[in-house]
Every structure is written in C-alpha cells, then in structure tokens.
C-alpha cells in the first residue's frame, strides 16, 4: 500500500517504496541513465547528495536521499504533465508548496 506521500509522487514506476537514501547504481538503473550522467548530475548539484564512509582510501560512498531524488524527477517533469501533476496534490500540500515558494521569494527579494 503506497504511503500518501508516494501518491503524491507523479510516477510510481519510479518511486523506490519505503527507502530512505540510493545509490548511484540504483538511480540511474531507474531512470535510465549511466552512472557516469548520475555522477555529473551531483556535481552539478542538480541532485543533492551525502558523501558518507570514507574509506582508508580517501573514497567517499554517495548516498541521494530519497526526497533529492523525488525532487529531481519533480522539477524534470515536462509538458502537460507538470499542470496535471499539480493539480493532482492535495490542497494541504498545494498550500505548504505556495508557502515554500513564497518564503523563497522573500530571499530573493533581499538579496
């Protein structure tokens, strides 16, 4: 049984249920991509990402919560599916993603 936030989520084919961080290996498997893209994507910072268990090495494991790569798909969505997508979210969460922007807003305003 998907939770309320999965169904808020565009494409549960997508969705990895009940996970709270990924690989890099398991995202771009997902999506379709290389690894070598994923990697470019979090230099990029277009996903966010944890650096975790360095190693003796001096090598870092790479974590993406689920939420950065929620995020990611969200922001990537194209076309009529974006407006479909939002009107489908519940009110509560339309009006937490109005709050959100507008506080964003606020900060660009100052700067």
């Known amino acids: 049984m998907p939770t309320p936030h999965q169904m808020e989520f565009p494409f549960a084919s997508l969705d990895f249920p009940g996970r709270t961080s990924l690989t890099i290996p ?41 939420e950065a790569y929620r995020d990611y798909v969200v922001k990537n969505i194209s076309g009529p599916h974006r ?23 606020s900060l660009i305003a100052q700067s």
């Open 26 to 66: 398991e995202v771009a498997e997902r999506l379709g991509l290389s690894k070598h893209t994923i990697h470019r994507l979090i230099e990029q910072e277009e996903i966010a990402s944890l650096a975790v268990g360095a190693s003796r090495q001096h090598r870092t494991h790479v974590r993406i919560p689920v």
């Open 83 to 105: 407006t479909s997508f939002l009107r489908a979210l519940p009110p509560k969460t339309l009006r937490q993603l109005i709050a959100d922007c507008e506080f964003c807003l």
